[in-house]
């Protein structure tokens, strides 16, 4: 089974609808209990991360999810949260990624908030298996997490940030993987085979 955090950020439709394209089993909780007895942990979110700490806190998740030894993906705020801090609303949050999420500077070429189809590249295998470095998916945000040794993907929007995390058994992206097509599929399902 298949835990998809409900703390409040949205977005949730969307990632219940890649599971059923996918004949995945999944329940959408807040319940300490069933995330933990959860074979897979999806964390997903769209919104401030000041919020989405809040929420998580106010729900006494934040332990519960650290504590987890089953893969843990989140998925744009979700993945922030994850971070150690983030500039958005001066967030202290998770430090399960070693990163810092910062905002994006807008410039003439490249406008803030980074939304629309983009590449990832630099590449690890598992979470990106039978998925060719420069494939496109689909970002929506103001923030973003910098390079670090957790960096297992990157972008270029202006500066070159890091579109997908990894530490032990977390895993987190930037962008969107139940919005990004065929590309998107196929991340979920490396997901739920690891």
Known sequence: MIAIIDYKMGNLRSVENALHRLGAEFEVTADADKIVRADRVLLPGVG???????????????????????????ICVGMQVMCRHSDEGDAEC?????????RF??????????????QIG???????TDIKSGSFVYFVHSYYAELCPDTIATTRH???????????????????????????EQIIKNFLQL
């Open 48 to 74: 401030n991360a000041a919020e989405a700490m809040h929420n998580l806190r106010q729900a006494g998740l934040p332990e519960v999810i650290k504590s987890l030894r089953r893969p843990v993906l989140g």
């Open 94 to 102: 998770m430090g399960i990624f070693d990163a810092r999420v910062k």
């Open 105 to 118: 500077t807008p410039t003439p070429t490249e406008k803030v908030p980074h939304v629309g189809w983009n």
């Open 122 to 128: 630099n590449l690890e295998k598992k979470l990106f």
């Open 158 to 184: 202006g500066l070159l940030f890091s579109s997908a995390l990894k530490y032990e058994n977390f895993y987190g992206t930037q962008f969107h993987p139940e919005k990004s097509g065929d590309t998107g």
